[in-house]
């Protein structure tokens, strides 16, 4: 006799506290649901929306966590930051049709800028950053 079982599903690993410290104490805004969008609000206004990869337990979530008030302060008043929840987090990934995470995505009333996945280097971050924000002020592709 076989054994017919489904396979186990993976466990959903919780996102590192690190992640809340970002609403907690920077004062980021946390998109909730699927239709939180608040850069169609302000289309001017550059945002950068922290995909954390929820329920993955990716280690460099943690230190995208860490790196993101920094990118933030530098290049501020720049950049707007918010947090994906993970509604949110699906409804981005179904725009960008990433699949990396962690990542940050730009994004410009309507438009999406660009996005970087995983942990960079400081310059490659800025550098990157640079090119997705100065080549949609631009017209160009990101």
């Keep these: ?13 919780p996102l590192p506290p ?5 609403t907690d104490v920077h004062g980021y805004l946390r998109l909730d649901h699927a239709d939180d969008q608040p850069w169609l609000g302000h289309p001017t206004k550059d945002w950068v ?19 993101l008030p920094e990118l933030v302060r530098a290049l501020q008043p720049r950049l707007t930051p918010a947090v994906a929840g ?42 990157r950053i640079g090119e997705i924000l100065e080549g949609a002020s631009e017209g160009g592709a990101a």
């Design 1 to 13: 006799m076989t054994d017919l079982a489904p396979p186990l599903a993976k466990p959903r690993l």
């Design 18 to 22: 690190l992640v809340d410290l970002l």
């Design 86 to 127: 993970e509604a949110a987090e699906r409804a981005i990934l179904a725009l960008t049709g990433m699949m990396s995470l962690p990542a940050l995505v730009f994004l410009r009333g309507d438009r999406l800028l660009g996005s970087i996945p995983r942990v960079r280097d400081w310059d490659d971050y800025l550098q």
């Design 49 to 67: 929306v922290f995909l954390p990869g929820h329920g993955k337990g990716n280690a460099e979530t943690a230190d995208v966590a860490v790196i």
